[in-house]
């Protein structure tokens, strides 16, 4: 199993930037790719970026350019940068983690909240 914690959401200013971080624990060595989903109000999750264990990244058509997602994996956390924020940014954000063959885990989410 893995335990996922995120940490970092906040209140920012449109304009403004945040940094996400995701601290995994468990059975971390396994982790094959992490991710960043968020889940605006009346929406469904959607993938923000993913980096793979070799650090291969993928990002949203809206973030590319503005988010980075990084992996560390001595540390066993994920963080995503997050600049150039607006208000469609505003989302809950969960961290996520799958292990091939075994399942996914998510963490519990964090609240970004992007004032216009």
């Known amino acids: 199993q893995v335990q996922l914690v995120e940490s970092g959401g906040g209140l920012v200013q449109a304009g403004g930037s945040l940094r996400l971080s995701c601290a995994a624990s468990g059975r971390t060595s396994s982790i094959n790719v992490m991710s960043w989903y968020r889940e605006a109000p009346g929406k469904q999750r959607e993938l923000v970026a993913t980096?793979?264990?070799?650090?291969?990244?993928n990002y949203a058509d809206s973030v590319k350019g503005r988010f980075t997602i990084s992996r560390d994996n001595a540390k066993n956390t994920v963080s995503l940068e997050m600049n150039s924020l607006g208000p469609e940014d505003t989302a809950v954000y969960y961290c996520y983690a799958r292990i091939y063959a075994v399942g996914f885990f998510w963490g519990q989410g964090t609240q970004v909240t992007v004032s216009s």
């Open positions: 980096i793979s264990s070799g650090s291969s990244t």
